[in-house]
């Protein structure tokens, strides 16, 4: 797969502490994603290529935390909390300025050119890079890569079912050709099937499934 790196971004989804194993909203084997990721993000620096890494980043009392819900545990799902599709309750996690909300410390930041951070407003949740759950409130990602002249985007990170998820069918909607790393990419599984219904609305949305090695072999 040939990847023009003048016009290709990767984006590094929410490889923060709380999405990898012990954090608060575990991911299983969320740390795996590291290695690939790592790879192609150093594949992309050597030409000189844009590596974006978002980070989740709540207040305390966010919207999404089953404890700000008087009674509520995590699992729970509310309905028209942020103007988007039922909410799923979290535990409390990637509070800002905490250890869990940090990136993973084997991530390398070195190739990172810009870091977006989301779903910082109390009552508004984020799980895409473009826009945040009430589907309307940009994040203005969309923007810097168009401005760049950016017409693919490469996605990993946490998780597939919820923040790749949203971000990979944003970025379709945008317009970018879209490329998921079916090897830099980790589930919650909740609720059960989440996972594969993702990459099915993937599939019908025209997302294009590839590992890093792939990617690596084609960067010009
Ligand atoms: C995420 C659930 C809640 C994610 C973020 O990064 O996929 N999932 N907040
Ligand atoms: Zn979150």
Known sequence: MTIDISKTALIEIDIQNDFCPAGALAVDKGDEVLGPINALAEGFARYGGRVIATADWHPAGHVSFASSHGGRKPGDILEGITGGDAQVLWPDHCVQGSGGAEFHKALEMKSVNLIIR???????DSYSAFFENDRKT??????????????TVVLGGLATDYCVLYSALDAAAAG???????DAVRGVGFPAGSVERAF???KDAGIVL????ELIGGIR
Do not use: D
Not at 118 to 124: A, Q, T, V
Not at 138 to 151: A, C, D, S
Not at 176 to 182: E, K, N
């Open 210 to 213: 590839a590992s890093s090695p």
């Open 138 to 151: 940009p994040t203005g990602l969309e923007g810097y890569l168009k401005f760049l002249g950016i017409e």
């Open 118 to 124: 989301k779903g910082f407003r109390k009552n508004l």
């Open 200 to 202: 099915a609305s993937m």
């Open 176 to 182: 970018f050709r879209t490329i998921v790393l079916s």
